[in-house]
């Protein structure tokens, strides 16, 4: 168990809707991170946000959009679902915000199905 | 571009044996760090071994090692004596000073034969 937890594990919904995934990093990291893994583009990096702000920016559609919340959590939220949105989204959590050894420490990963 | 390169999509190697896992990177900046995360079949994300840039010892852990050539901008993975729960899907990854995102390569899959 990493100490992250992302909510829910499993989401089944349909095209043109807009979900909301949720992830509490481990006690006391700063930074969270969200991937995408899906087969087709592989594992990729999507937004960091370190202590409540934007601090990298990856291959993050415009119809995606993420916060940080003042008690670290953070939300992913997708909207106008298209299906290839379907894949297995991570949040990662870091003790730092941009020391290069800053080991991520993943969520079990919610798996989104869009129908 | 792609910035990592794992060319070997999947492995096969007896129990108790070594395997290599490959992996190239490409970056112009000085300043990076090469990670190494295990997917067994149950999904979740495992973070394996790290090396720096700046690093001139090789990393190691446990059974886990990095052979880091550094000119040749490669960060292999070698994991000796097998086990079968080594079995997964293995990540290099990269991240950068002047970027501070994690790129990650297209991962190998690794069968650990009785």
């Known amino acids: 168990d990493s100490g992250v937890t992302q909510t829910p594990k499993h989401l089944i919904t349909a095209t043109g809707q807009r979900v909301t995934l949720r992830c509490s990093p481990r006690?006391?990291?700063?930074?969270v991170y969200w991937y995408q893994q899906s087969l087709d583009q592989g594992l990729q990096f999507l937004i960091q946000?370190?202590?409540?702000?934007?601090?990298a920016k990856g291959n993050i559609l415009e119809r995606f959009s993420a916060q940080q919340f003042p008690d670290l959590h953070s939300e992913l939220n997708l909207s106008s679902l298209e299906l290839g949105d379907s894949a297995l989204y991570f949040c990662?959590?870091?003790?730092?915000?941009?020391?290069?050894?800053?080991?991520?420490?993943f969520g079990p990963g919610t798996r989104l199905t869009v129908l | 571009a792609q910035k990592i390169t794992q060319t070997q999509p999947g492995m096969f190697v007896q129990e108790k044996e070594a395997v290599t896992l490959d992996c190239t990177y490409d970056t112009s900046d000085q300043s990076y760090g090469l990670f190494w995360y295990k997917q067994p079949s149950s999904g979740e994300m495992i973070f394996l071994i790290y090396?720096?840039?700046?690093?001139?010892q090789n990393a190691t852990e446990g059974r886990y090692s990095l052979n880091f050539q550094k000119a040749r901008k490669s960060a292999n993975l070698v994991i000796s004596a097998s086990q079968l729960g080594d079995s997964a899907m293995y990540f290099c990854a990269m991240r950068e000073r002047q970027n501070n995102d994690m790129r990650f390569g297209a991962g190998t899959r690794l069968t650990v034969k009785p």
């Open positions: 946000y370190y202590n409540g702000e934007e601090r």
């Open positions: 090396q720096g840039s700046y690093d001139e």
């Open positions: 006690s006391g990291d700063l930074s």
């Open positions: 990662a959590s870091s003790a730092s915000g941009t020391a290069l050894y800053n080991e991520q420490f």
